[in-house]
Nanobody, 126 residues
Framework: QVQLVESGGGLVQAGGSLRLSCAAS????????MGWFRRAPGKEHEFVAH????????YYPDSVKGRFTISRDNAKNTVYLQMNSLKPEDTAVYYC???????????????????WGQGTQVTVSS
């Protein structure tokens, strides 16, 4: 069992930056691949980033590639999402999630993830 807690959300102007953190407890985070998702009002969950267990491999959709960076510190049991050049369309609740195993084709699917945090709100003003 893994408990995930996100933090770092807030209100920022367009063009600004935020760094989200996802702290894990219960089991060592290095046992899991990790993803970030977001959900805007009235929309479905959207895949934002994924990182392998070691941190050697990362993946992003085109919508955030070049602006967002996922990283992890397994010693601290924490995963991060650095978000730069934020846009109003990035406004959403951001969730981190842990998966025992995913593939290139399944990492974007919310059903592949076993544990989820409660989410943190990110609001980008224009």
């Amino acid at each position: 069992q893994v408990q995930l807690v996100e933090s770092g959300g807030g209100l920022v102007q367009a063009g600004g930056s935020l760094r989200l953190s996802c702290a894990a407890s219960g089991r060592t985070l290095s046992s899991y691949t990790m993803g970030w998702f977001r959900r805007a009002p009235g929309k479905e969950h959207e895949f934002v980033a994924h990182i392998s267990r070691s941190g050697a491999y990362t993946y992003y959709p085109d919508s955030v590639k070049g602006r967002f960076t996922i990283s992890r510190d397994n010693a601290k049991n924490t995963v991060y999402l650095q978000m730069n050049s934020l846009k109003p369309e990035d406004t959403a609740v951001y969730y981190c999630a842990a998966a025992g195993s995913v593939t290139m084709s399944t990492m974007r699917l919310i059903g592949q993830y076993d544990y989820w945090g409660q989410g943190t709100q990110v609001t980008v003003s224009s």
